[in-house]
């Protein structure tokens, strides 16, 4: 059964970078018909997915996000890695990794979401 | 961006209740709904894809229908570990979006 580790920093200074690492077991990040995710929640509110990549890297950023973003894979530690750059109090949340399914739309990064990691709480604070 | 709106917001059963969430979307987005359930504190989790289609290990109290803009997720039989907030999400077009989300609380 597969499942994902979310891992990094429970504290970021504001206008610092928040870094975050997935660590997937069970199954490839290779896996042809699969991609990943972060998806994240505010304290109290709701899911808000950001980001997406491709098994072979393709990448998609939630546009309002796009310039502070980066998604990538790390195959050889079966890992996906997410940066957020220039951070505020507003990109305080719980950020969820996911894997993708797209075999029913054809269409990546059109997708439903399953499995998802437990979810690790980022504090942007001074 | 295709927005999701969630009714009711909240609401409250007894066990063994039967419960219906709706999901309605700003346009068209075919069968490319999922629901998740997530209980305090903890991540989401699959209930349902396609509207319809019941995640592997998700009880068959569980279930989901509707097309096009207008979506249910109907529990029956409330179960006490079914309490708990039930978001839907549309993969049909980019950016991919979510309900605000629907508690269900015990009576």
């Known amino acids: 059964q597969m499942q994902l580790q979310e891992s990094g920093p429970g504290l970021v200074k504001p206008s610092e970078t928040l870094s975050l690492t997935c660590t997937v077991s069970g199954g490839s990040i290779s896996s042809r018909n699969d991609f990943w995710a972060w998806i994240r929640q505010p304290p109290g509110k709701g899911l808000e997915w950001i980001a997406s990549?491709?098994?072979?890297?393709?990448?998609t950023y939630r546009p309002s996000l796009k310039n502070r973003l980066t998604i990538s894979l790390d195959t050889s530690k079966n890992q996906i890695s997410l940066k957020l750059s220039f951070t505020a109090a507003a990109d305080t949340a719980v950020y969820y990794c996911v894997r993708g399914h797209y075999e029913t739309t054809g269409y990546y990064p059109l997708g439903h979401f399953d499995p998802w990691g437990q979810g690790t709480l980022v504090t942007v604070s001074s | 961006d295709i927005q999701l709106t969630q009714s009711p917001s909240s609401l409250s059963a007894f066990l063994g209740d039967r419960v219906s969430i709706t999901c309605r979307a700003s346009e068209d987005i075919s069968i490319f709904l999922a629901w998740f359930q997530q209980r305090p504190g903890k991540a989401p989790q699959s209930l349902i894809y396609d509207a319809s289609s019941l995640q592997s290990g998700v009880p068959s109290r569980f279930s989901g229908g509707g097309s096009g803009t207008n979506f249910t997720l109907t529990i029956n039989n409330m179960q006490p570990e079914d309490f708990a907030t039930y978001h839907c999400?549309?993969?049909?077009?980019?950016?991919?979006?979510f309900g605000g989300g629907t508690r269900v609380e015990i009576k």
């Open positions: 999400q549309q993969y049909n077009s980019y950016p991919l979006t």
């Open positions: 990549i491709s098994s072979i890297g393709r990448t």
